[in-house]
T-cell receptor, first 111, second 111 residues
Framework: SQTIHQWPATLVQPVGSPLSLECTVE??????LYWYRQAAGRGLQLLFY??????ISSEVPQNLSASRPQDRQFILSSKKLLLSDSGFYLC??????????FGSGTRLTVV | GQNIDQPTEMTATEGAIVQINCTYQ??????LFWYQQHAGEAPTFLSY????GLEEKGRFSSFLSRSKGYSYLLLKELQMKDSASYLC????????????FGIGTKLQVIP
């Protein structure tokens, strides 16, 4: 069966510090992968998606970036965090009519 | 673009039935998802409606009317553990990267 791992679960980072969140998927090959952010009181916002190694599409302009160095690995990064980057970050993959399967999420607080 | 509306909050009594509505405007409709999200956790898949009508899965049912741009999630025999946010998400033609999530309906089940 397919599983998706995301870490860390919580993170408190100072403004201006770098960020690296990692997501890995097991039990499937060549998955479509996504990074979402959920800010307080707001819906899920798609940040990046990837259909294959090295293929990244960005949905919103921001100071975040994403990379897919391996088929089942998706990384979200930032060189310098802003206060507005705080939120709940979710990695997901999609398959057919089963919608998204989400990772457990990372609660990021920028202080 | 897409627009999704659902009530922000609802309260219902344990053992009762509750209906959570979702209206949407979209071009090129492909399907509608419902997700359940407990506080601090990732969303989990509940249902996916493509055709008009009611689909039942145990205590949960989901209804879709494409001509009216309308869906609802029906929860029967409410349990305390059903207290969560329920997210409506619309998938237009063009792939999962175009899925739009509603802000979610926070349901509180009271004794």
């Amino acid at each position: 069966s397919q599983t998706i791992h995301q870490w860390p679960a919580t993170l408190v980072q100072p403004v201006g510090s770098p960020l690296s969140l990692e997501c890995t998927v097991e039990g499937t090959s060549n998955p479509n992968l996504y990074w979402y952010r959920q800010a307080a009181g707001r819906g899920l916002q798609l940040l990046f998606y990837s259909v294959g190694i090295g293929q990244i599409s960005s949905e919103v302009p921001q100071n975040l970036s994403a990379s897919r160095p391996q088929d089942r690995q998706f990384i979200l990064s930032s060189k310098k965090l802003l206060l507005s980057d705080s939120g709940f970050y979710l990695c997901a993959w999609s398959e057919g009519n089963y919608g998204y399967t989400f990772g457990s999420g990372t609660r990021l607080t920028v202080v | 673009g897409q627009n999704i509306d659902q009530p922000t909050e609802m309260t219902a009594t344990e053992g009762a039935i509750v209906q959570i509505n979702c209206t949407y405007q979209t071009s090129g409709f492909n399907g509608l998802f419902w997700y359940q999200q407990h506080a601090g956790e990732a969303p989990t898949f509940l249902s996916y409606n493509v055709l008009d009508g009611l689909e039942e899965k145990g205590r949960f049912s989901s209804f879709l009317s494409r001509s009216k741009g309308y869906s609802y999630l029906l929860l029967k025999e409410l349990q305390m553990k059903d207290s969560a946010s329920y997210l409506c998400a619309v998938k237009p033609t063009g792939g999962y990267q175009k899925v739009t999530f509603g802000i979610g309906t926070k349901l509180q089940v009271i004794p």
